[in-house]
């Protein structure tokens, strides 16, 4: 019954590594999310797509970039990455008619930047 | 886009009718209001959403004043299980720059 499937659980990486976090959706929703989950800061939008190969700027998109090249995928890459981007990051997605902010979240990537 | 405030934390006991209220004085016409509930190390999950009056599913009720200014979720006796954080967020179509707040913090208690 999982919907959003986020590719890893944990990560750790290193300083300067490249990182790929994966996203997978099985309900033809048109709208996909990237967001981070820090203690005190609550969830932050890093990037949304509204389409395929389209995609929005979030509140903190620095440092970070986003690929959407079929509808169900939603790819957040770390260029470069920094310890500053160690943090719980969550994929979601919605229909483009929804109500409004019908979300459904992916279990989550907790990514450690030593 | 309208924010919220919502106390940071709740204690309850098992058995008990919760209610956890949101204020969202600037909401917009077309803004529908939407709580979800997260738990620790899962993503949020949509618990309900409503845009006036009463709203009830399986597992809440959602009041919304004449006014909407405000809104409150309901939880029927509550159980250990329920101890999460919900968040409450207000928004139009699409969820497009959907904003999450910090979110209350729910402890029941046995």
């Known amino acids: 019954d999982v919907k959003v499937t986020q590719s890893s659980r944990y990560l750790v990486k290193r300083t300067g590594e490249k990182v790929f976090l994966e996203c997978v959706q099985d309900m033809d929703h048109e709208n996909m999310f990237w967001y981070r989950q820090d203690p005190g800061l609550g969830l932050r939008l890093i990037y949304f797509s509204y389409d395929v190969k389209m995609k929005e700027k979030g509140d903190i998109p620095e440092g970070y970039s986003v690929s959407r090249e079929k509808k169900e995928r939603f790819s957040l890459i770390l260029e470069s990455a920094s310890t500053n981007q160690t943090s719980m990051y969550l994929c979601?997605?919605?229909?483009?008619?929804?109500?409004?902010?019908?979300?459904?979240f992916g279990a989550g990537s907790r990514l450690t930047v030593l | 886009l309208a924010k919220t405030t919502q106390p940071i934390s709740m204690d309850s006991y098992e058995g008990q009718e919760v209610n956890i209220t949101c204020s969202h004085n600037?909401?917009?016409?077309?803004?529908?209001i939407t709580w979800y509930q997260q738990f620790p190390s899962q993503g949020p999950r949509f618990i309900i959403q409503g845009y006036k009056t009463k709203v009830t599913n399986e597992v809440a009720s959602l009041f919304i004043p004449a006014d909407r200014k405000s809104s409150t979720l309901s939880l029927p006796r509550v159980s250990l299980s329920d101890t999460a954080v919900y968040y409450c967020l207000v928004g139009g179509t699409g969820g497009f720059k959907t904003i999450f707040g910090a979110g209350t913090r729910l402890f029941v208690k046995a």
């Open positions: 600037n909401i917009a016409t077309n803004d529908y």
């Open positions: 979601a997605s919605s229909l483009a008619s929804s109500g409004a902010n019908v979300l459904t």
